[in-house]
């Protein structure tokens, strides 16, 4: 928002120099981005944040400067005279969605003479870098930028049916803005309407049809409220963005619409001639009533860390609109004022005490009361599995919620239901809500991959969107991981983190046929029987839907089973001092048999003292050597005895009784 020091001086008498103006507003919240000499007077550009835009007009600021330096705030007060026939017989307002247009007004002001601005009108466009059209034009931009309502003139003699109708655009419409470019709407936006057309697109821009000319007589003066959320919509539709939609989209003072409307009828009149119709079309919705706040000044010395004089806060709280209605002796009851709608809550207020006070003037030193916390078991958990993945080699990603289509499809472990969509795409094309974590994971690697990066380690912990039927979407956190590595090497690092954190409960591993995965390089990951996530090595599909020229290993766990069975309090048990004794098995089997059925069999069998089941290499598969249908098996069994060292006997004994068992139950033979 950039603000004129003349202009700013025609509403509080600006004692002050440039800098220490400039400095006093960056403390209380209006940063200071810049100032430009323009003429004899100086162009004040202010960062207005979004939950303020109350200071998106002259006015507003100024009243900020008032309450600051406790001066008076100089508001206009416009009385035109209306002389003219009433406006209601001229023209009529039709409001069909007030939930997006929740108040319109119209005024008519006929016999209007276009031409040049009065100097003093275009120096203060010209000192905030608007350009200068015609009075009539210039008088809007004008009054928007004093009090931060946008408004609009229409060539009355041009609105076909001479009325206006709010309504809902219908799918295909087209409709030609004042930048010459004709824009086909789509179904839903608000748009202003005259007997036939759009003539304007609500909030955003006007029309090219029923714009003001040099051969307007007629003028008919808009000001109204419009949906944010409608208006940041079309705009972003149609990547069509003005003054105005930026004021609409941070909502405007409800209360303030018809003081505009008088303010640019009487600047028009001024400028540009004319009769002014008797009365004023308003068309609103059911007013809502004054939001009222309960307000403990105790609680200002309590979160401040500082005390401040009830009758300062008082003072305070007056002087930026609010209405003290009851002053107790602990708790006021408080109403703010219309332009202000971020003040919702005691905290709020609290904040604009301190704000208007000084927080220069709160030392650093100040006692704050501190109510311990503690870390909830989630937070405990998910701070163990970024130590686990970064000590590995893993980066976290931070990524969209809202994915492309395509990609939806490419990887769907969790639901196959038609997924979310946005009302306005995040990104181009992102317009779902993601039901899984990889395809970002993914992407990120395709970037990473075309910056010729060769060690390509994410990770990220996420919500995806999973739709019911009735009611909210389930959102499951999830932790997904992209690696270069092979399935094993992945499956390693799901281990340690279950290890870390939930130490008796190890997963297991079922096969799994999917799309998304290589054939038989695919498995589901299962806790106590539960299906918790998915392992796999990704497949040609899946790597030519992301354009990846090398191979990729991916994995998603929902962490919630993982963090209903964390054990946060560690034990630890007495190390055998004793040495271990290893054998190493070779055990043909068919070829369905998984690995973690051999491991299953082999710790059970072997039962305390053994210590560790490894794999040790790819199974061999030879047709005339083991027979069709046949692989081999490496793997050692770790074995030690707590209490003493165990005998070769004994370490046979357990071979022995492991390779019976899988003999049993998997049919498996050591090979000879």
């Given at each position: 928002?950039?603000?004129?020091?003349?202009?700013?001086?025609d509403?509080?008498?600006?004692?002050?120099?440039?800098?220490?103006?400039?400095?006093?507003?960056?403390?209380?919240?209006?940063?200071?981005?810049?100032?430009?000499?323009?003429g004899?007077?100086?162009?004040?550009?202010?960062?207005?944040?979004?939950?303020?835009?109350?200071?998106?007009g002259?006015?507003?600021?100024?009243?900020?400067v008032?309450?600051?330096w406790?001066?008076?705030?100089?508001?206009?007060?416009p009385?035109?005279?209306?002389?003219?026939?009433?406006?209601?017989?001229?023209?009529?307002?039709?409001?069909?969605?007030?939930?997006?247009?929740?108040?319109?007004?119209?005024?008519v002001?006929?016999?209007?003479?276009?031409?040049?601005?009065p100097?003093?009108?275009?120096?203060?466009?010209r000192?905030?870098?608007?350009?200068v059209?015609?009075?009539?034009?210039?008088?809007?931009?004008?009054?928007m930028?004093?009090?931060?309502?946008?408004?609009h003139?229409?060539?009355?003699?041009?609105?076909?049916?001479?009325?206006?109708?709010?309504?809902?655009?219908?799918?295909g419409?087209?409709?030609?803005?004042?930048?010459?470019?004709?824009?086909e709407?789509?179904?839903?936006l608000?748009?202003i309407a005259?007997?036939?057309?759009?003539?304007?697109?609500?909030?955003?821009?006007?029309?090219?049809d029923?714009?003001v000319?040099?051969?307007?007589?007629?003028?008919?003066?808009?000001?109204a409220?419009?949906?944010?959320?409608?208006?940041?919509?079309a705009?972003?539709?149609?990547?069509l963005?003005?003054?105005?939609?930026y004021?609409?989209?941070?909502?405007?003072?409800?209360?303030?619409?018809?003081?505009?409307?008088?303010?640019?009828?009487?600047?028009i009149?001024?400028?540009?001639?004319?009769?002014?119709c008797e009365?004023?079309?308003?068309?609103?919705?059911?007013?809502?009533?004054?939001?009222?706040?309960?307000?403990?000044?105790?609680?200002?010395?309590?979160?401040?860390?500082?005390?401040?004089?009830?009758?300062?806060?008082?003072?305070i709280?007056?002087?930026?609109?609010?209405?003290?209605?009851?002053?107790?002796?602990?708790?006021?009851?408080?109403?703010?004022?219309?332009?202000?709608?971020?003040?919702?809550?005691?905290?709020?207020?609290?904040?604009?005490?301190?704000?208007?006070?000084?927080?220069?003037?709160?030392?650093?030193?100040?006692?704050?009361?501190?109510?311990?916390?503690?870390r909830?078991?989630?937070?405990?958990?998910?701070?163990?599995?970024?130590?686990?993945?970064?000590?590995?080699?893993?980066?976290?990603?931070?990524?969209?919620?809202?994915?492309?289509?395509?990609?939806?499809?490419?990887?769907?472990?969790?639901?196959?239901?038609?997924?979310?969509?946005?009302?306005?795409?995040?990104?181009?094309?992102?317009?779902?809500?993601?039901?899984?974590?990889v395809?970002?994971?993914?992407?990120?690697?395709?970037?990473?991959?075309?910056?010729?990066?060769?060690?390509?380690?994410?990770?990220?912990i996420?919500?995806?969107?999973?739709?019911?039927?009735?009611?909210?979407?389930?959102?499951k956190?999830?932790l997904?991981?992209?690696?270069?590595?092979?399935?094993?090497?992945v499956?390693?690092?799901i281990?340690?983190?279950?290890?870390?954190?939930?130490?008796?409960?190890?997963?297991?591993?079922?096969?799994?046929?999917?799309?998304?995965?290589?054939?038989?390089?695919?498995?589901?990951?299962?806790?106590?029987?539960?299906?918790?996530?998915?392992l796999?090595?990704a497949?040609?599909?899946?790597?030519d839907?992301?354009?990846?020229?090398?191979?990729?290993?991916?994995?998603?766990?929902?962490?919630?089973?993982?963090?209903?069975?964390?054990?946060?309090?560690?034990?630890?048990?007495?190390?055998?001092?004793?040495?271990?004794?290893?054998?190493d098995?070779?055990?043909?089997?068919?070829?369905?048999?998984?690995?973690?059925?051999?491991?299953r069999?082999?710790?059970?069998?072997?039962?305390?003292?053994?210590?560790?089941?490894?794999?040790?290499?790819?199974?061999?598969?030879?047709?005339?050597?083991l027979?069709?249908?046949?692989?081999?098996?490496?793997?050692?069994?770790?074995?030690?005895?707590?209490?003493?060292?165990?005998?070769?006997?004994?370490a046979?004994?357990?071979?022995?009784?492991?390779?019976?068992?899988?003999?049993?139950?998997l049919?498996?033979s050591?090979?000879?």
């Amino acid at each position: 928002m950039i603000v004129s020091w003349k202009w700013l001086n025609d509403y509080v008498k600006l004692a002050m120099s440039l800098d220490e103006l400039c400095d006093r507003l960056t403390l209380t919240g209006l940063n200071l981005e810049g100032v430009e000499k323009r003429g004899d007077d100086w162009a004040i550009d202010l960062e207005v944040t979004s939950n303020r835009p109350d200071c998106l007009g002259h006015v507003g600021v100024a009243r900020e400067v008032s309450v600051l330096w406790n001066t008076d705030l100089r508001k206009p007060d416009p009385r035109p005279k209306a002389l003219g026939a009433p406006v209601e017989k001229l023209t009529s307002v039709t409001v069909t969605s007030p939930e997006l247009c929740p108040r319109y007004t119209a005024r008519v002001i006929r016999g209007v003479k276009i031409g040049p601005s009065p100097d003093w009108l275009a120096e203060r466009l010209r000192s905030v870098g608007v350009a200068v059209i015609n009075n009539v034009v210039d008088v809007t931009n004008f009054v928007m930028l004093e009090c931060g309502q946008p408004l609009h003139a229409f060539d009355f003699a041009k609105l076909k049916g001479a009325k206006i109708i709010v309504r809902p655009s219908r799918a295909g419409e087209p409709f030609t803005a004042i930048d010459h470019k004709t824009y086909e709407l789509p179904a839903g936006l608000c748009v202003i309407a005259d007997a036939e057309r759009p003539v304007a697109m609500a909030g955003v821009m006007g029309g090219f049809d029923t714009e003001v000319s040099e051969s307007t007589v007629d003028v008919l003066i808009e000001s109204a409220d419009f949906e944010p959320m409608a208006v940041r919509a079309a705009a972003r539709k149609h990547n069509l963005h003005s003054p105005s939609s930026y004021r609409f989209e941070r909502g405007v003072d409800p209360e303030g619409i018809d003081w505009a409307s008088r303010r640019a009828c009487e600047l028009i009149l001024e400028t540009a001639g004319g009769e002014l119709c008797e009365g004023v079309i308003d068309v609103a919705a059911q007013a809502t009533h004054a939001k009222h706040i309960a307000f403990r000044p105790a609680q200002t010395e309590r979160i401040l860390g500082i005390q401040v004089d009830e009758h300062e806060s008082k003072e305070i709280l007056t002087s930026l609109g609010c209405a003290v209605l009851a002053p107790e002796a602990h708790t006021w009851t408080v109403a703010p004022p219309s332009w202000r709608a971020d003040l919702s809550r005691e905290i709020d207020l609290i904040e604009e005490i301190a704000r208007i006070h000084g927080y220069d003037r709160i030392p650093e030193d100040a006692r704050v009361p501190l109510c311990p916390s503690s870390r909830t078991t989630e937070d405990v958990v998910l701070e163990q599995v970024r130590g686990v993945l970064t000590a590995a080699g893993f980066d976290e990603a931070l990524t969209l919620s809202a994915v492309e289509p395509d990609w939806i499809e490419s990887f769907r472990p969790w639901t196959q239901a038609a997924p979310l969509a946005t009302s306005t795409s995040v990104l181009r094309r992102a317009d779902r809500l993601r039901q899984s974590v990889v395809p970002s994971l993914l992407a990120c690697r395709r970037t990473n991959e075309t910056l010729s990066n060769e060690r390509i380690e994410q990770f990220e912990i996420a919500k995806v969107y999973l739709p019911q039927q009735d009611g909210l979407p389930i959102e499951k956190r999830v932790l997904a991981l992209a690696s270069g590595g092979e399935f094993r090497a992945v499956k390693g690092v799901i281990e340690t983190l279950f290890a870390k954190s939930a130490p008796d409960a190890a997963p297991d591993y079922q096969p799994l046929a999917d799309p998304g995965f290589a054939p038989a390089r695919g498995a589901e990951i299962m806790l106590a029987g539960q299906r918790v996530g998915v392992l796999g090595e990704a497949s040609k599909r899946t790597l030519d839907a992301f354009d990846l020229r090398r191979k990729a290993t991916v994995a998603e766990i929902d962490l919630g089973p993982l963090v209903a069975a964390a054990q946060l309090v560690r034990t630890a048990g007495t190390l055998s001092a004793f040495p271990q004794v290893a054998r190493d098995l070779n055990v043909v089997f068919d070829l369905g048999v998984h690995w973690s059925e051999v491991e299953r069999i082999a710790r059970e069998v072997g039962g305390d003292v053994v210590e560790a089941v490894t794999f040790q290499d790819d199974s061999y598969r030879d047709p005339q050597q083991l027979g069709p249908g046949k692989k081999s098996v490496l793997f050692s069994v770790v074995l030690r005895k707590p209490d003493g060292t165990l005998t070769s006997e004994e370490a046979d004994g357990v071979r022995d009784r492991i390779v019976a068992a899988l003999g049993k139950e998997l049919g498996g033979s050591l090979r000879a």
